[in-house]
């Protein structure tokens, strides 16, 4: 968790004033990868790390923003916070102001400090913790209110427009609506979402980061978007009522394997059959059935590597060696891919021998110490009252 007695020091040693805190998680997505903006399903956990944000409005339009983790200050107008795409954290902040004020709120001036425990660009949704937090802590401290679905939208459209990469719902709907103890599973064509309580007995969620980030990572996850839209435009045109993969099935996909380039027979295939396997862990999750919900993981994870193409020898090593291990039931890739972090689901009585063997084993053939630790599901975006209790946020 985020020191926020050293974010206030912070803020207040930097602004002189008392900020208002609000804290929103990263995520662990468990299984359904690449299925969001293909209108399927996921299902994701909120993870209990994330960014915090100390706010206190000014009297102008100016938003002034630190960022404890880069040491670094951005600062924009908030009347005409600027295009994005500068390749750095001014996107995210640029993106939300203006994401929020096309939802209709007027913002006042702030000042901003802020902190996270979320490694940028591990696949953790260290942008959505951000925009989510960032975003609940502008719209609050300028009266306004914004529902929690706006408030994930708004998130994405900074993504979209501000950063450039297409990302579908899953991140900023999962930091803003996550319950304690339970994942999310989540719809991404109606946006039901179903609370699943996490039943992993004497199992824990592990997290390994391979601690490579690959430059690759946005254009290559637009570049798949592209090539699974183009597989439901082909099949619309057999299936008429088709309107994304979603309402695809691995016989269609058989059926008109000679229309498909193998690039984009390969997408789909992943797309199709990663829905499925979604909705399958979710009742193994619900039902405590460990075993089941741990080979579908790693199924996903064979999927991704082989099909879809967005894994990296790091990952697979990570994967590989996890699933020799003791008392570990499945290991997959987690997010966006191109390096970023693994999800396994390792036996509590091993989960020491498991930091240090994967630790150990990864570090003799890469020459990267990854980090490793494990994590619990938490709730969602929230505002913190230094008191400990928290306020209720609509
Ligand atoms: C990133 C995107 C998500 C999702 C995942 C892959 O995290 O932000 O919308 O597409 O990749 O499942």
């Known amino acids: 968790m985020v020191d926020i007695a050293e974010l206030i020091h912070a803020f207040r040693g930097r602004y002189g004033s008392f900020p208002r805190v609000f804290f929103a998680p990263g995520r662990v997505n468990l299984i359904g990868e690449h299925t969001d903006y293909n209108e399927g399903f996921v299902l994701p956990m909120a993870i209990d790390r994330g960014t915090a944000v100390a706010i206190a409005a000014r009297p102008d339009t100016i938003l002034r923003a630190f960022s404890l983790n880069l040491n670094d ?61 960032l975003g609940m802590a502008l719209v609050s401290i300028s009266g306004g209110s914004l529902d929690k679905r706006s408030l994930a939208f708004a998130g994405q459209t900074a993504e979209y427009r501000h950063v450039g990469i297409h990302c579908g719902i899953m991140d900023q709907f999962t930091s803003v609506f996550a319950q304690r103890n339970h994942a999310i599973l989540l719809d991404c064509r109606s946006l039901d979402a179903k609370n699943v309580p996490l039943r992993i007995r004497e199992y824990q969620v592990v997290i390994c980061d391979s601690r490579v980030r690959h430059s690759l990572a946005s254009s290559e996850y637009n570049q798949r978007r592209q090539d699974c839209e183009l597989g439901a435009k082909l099949l619309s045109t057999v299936h008429p009522g088709l309107r994304s993969l979603r309402d695809a099935s691995l016989l269609d996909l058989e059926k008109h394997q000679s229309s498909f380039t193998p690039r984009v027979m390969q997408c789909c295939r992943h797309v199709i059959s990663e829905n499925d396997r979604t909705l399958r862990a979710a009742q193994a999750l619900s039902a405590g059935d460990v075993f089941e919900m741990g080979k579908l993981m790693s199924e996903s994870h064979n999927s991704l590597r082989n099909d879809y193409r967005v894994s990296c020898r790091e990952l697979d090593l990570l994967v590989e060696i996890a699933m020799t291990q003791s008392g570990v039931l499945g290991a997959r890739m987690t997010g966006g891919g191109f390096g970023g972090c693994t999800v396994n689901l390792v036996h509590r009585e091993n989960f020491q021998e498991f930091c240090d063997v994967v630790a150990r084993e990864y570090q003799t053939r890469t020459d990267i110490k990854p980090v490793i630790f494990a994590v619990d599901a938490g709730d969602g975006a929230r505002e913190i009252i230094p008191k400990g209790s928290q306020r209720i946020w609509i």
């Open 73 to 133: 200050t951005v600062q924009l107008n908030v009347e005409n916070p600027g295009p994005g795409r500068h390749g750095n954290w001014l996107d995210y902040v640029e993106g939300m102001v203006s994401a929020i004020t096309e939802r209709g709120i007027i913002l006042t001036g702030a000042d901003v400090a802020l902190a996270s425990d979320v490694s940028i660009g591990g696949g953790l949704s260290s942008s959505a913790a951000l925009e989510v937090a």
